[in-house]
């Protein structure tokens, strides 16, 4: 059976192609839905796509009680033995190109065909999503109605409405205007006033699924800027790791990482919008 940290690495990956949050969201008291933005419709993907990748098919009932992330990584290190029905079995278009849902290498699974949902099926599960929507808009209507006759019979009763109001009469004092004192115009910075990029390491050395620190700083950006890690095996070229982590004061940043593949891996910190990088650090893994 996968291990947790397994799980939650492919877990991760999924949630960030699908609903676009950020990967160091996805953490295992987060809520699917309040906190990652998940769906009624999108959580069917995400189950589907869990199991596909682990070879086990997650039933109807496992991904319907899908509340938290711990509760989707149980799903898989403690699968409760279901089978994919017959009536699965028969091919489907896929609602989502299946590139966007490519696995991370580095998690070998066994060959898996994953399930195959007829049109009958997906409207099926559909229609449960869209009926609860339609009965909470009609709970909201109602609430609204009578909260609005009630108000409406409130000031019929206070004779607001006829009241007679005193015309508001016009101040004539008049207010002196403030002098405005130009604004300097700030003298912009040059390239040479501003440090390069910085990234260090905790350990260069940890084992399978060990957590390490990346952190340096990135002195030109202003706090809130999005940098993304990037890992590179050997000769291969740069591939975005399913982390992200904003700057702060001064350009800093800092996140925690992990990875149970082995080898030596190179990692460095992309600022995108400038196709800025970070040094490259070496963390030998196992």
């Known amino acids: 059976m996968?291990?947790?940290t397994d799980v939650h690495e492919q877990l991760?990956?999924?949630?960030?192609r699908v609903v676009a949050c950020?990967?160091?969201?996805?953490?295992?008291?987060?809520k699917l839905k309040e906190d990652l933005g998940v769906d009624s419709l999108t959580i069917v993907e995400v189950g589907e796509e869990l199991g596909r990748r682990f070879g086990l098919y997650l039933s109807d009932d496992t991904i319907d009680g899908l509340?938290?992330?711990?509760?989707?990584i149980n799903a898989v290190v403690r699968h409760d033995g279901s089978t994919q029905p017959a009536e699965l079995a028969r091919p489907r278009a896929l609602s989502r190109p299946a590139a966007q849902f490519a696995a991370p290498a580095q998690v070998g699974t066994s060959a898996y065909v994953a399930p195959q949902?007829?049109?009958e099926i997906i409207a099926k599960r559909r229609s449960k999503a869209w009926?609860?929507?339609?009965w909470l808009g009609l709970v909201g209507a109602g609430v609204g109605l009578i909260f609005g006759l009630g108000g409406a019979?409130?000031?019929?009763?206070?004779?607001?409405?006829?009241a007679n109001l005193p015309p508001i009469t016009t101040p004539t004092t008049v207010v002196p205007t403030a002098t405005q004192t130009p604004t300097p115009t700030p003298t912009p910075s040059t390239d040479s006033d501003v440090a390069p990029p910085t990234l260090t390491v905790s350990s260069t050395h940890v084992?399978?699924?060990?957590?390490?620190?990346l952190e340096g700083a990135f002195p030109a950006l202003d706090p809130g800027a999005t940098l993304q890690v990037q890992v590179k095996d050997g000769d291969a070229a740069w591939d975005d790791f399913p982390i992200t982590t904003k700057t702060k004061d001064g350009g800093t940043y800092k996140t925690e990482i992990y990875t149970s593949r082995t080898g030596s891996r190179q990692f460095r910190m992309l600022y995108r919008d400038s196709d800025t990088s970070s040094p490259v650090v070496t963390v030998e893994i196992g």
């Open 207 to 213: 084992s399978p699924g060990e957590h390490f620190t």
């Open 153 to 162: 019979a409130l000031v019929g009763a206070t004779g607001i409405g006829d």
């Open 2 to 4: 996968p291990t947790p």
């Open 117 to 119: 949902l007829t049109p």
């Open 67 to 72: 509340v938290t992330v711990y509760d989707a």
């Open 131 to 134: 009926n609860a929507a339609i």
């Open 22 to 30: 950020p990967a160091d969201a996805v953490v295992p008291n987060a």
């Open 12 to 16: 991760t990956d999924i949630l960030v």
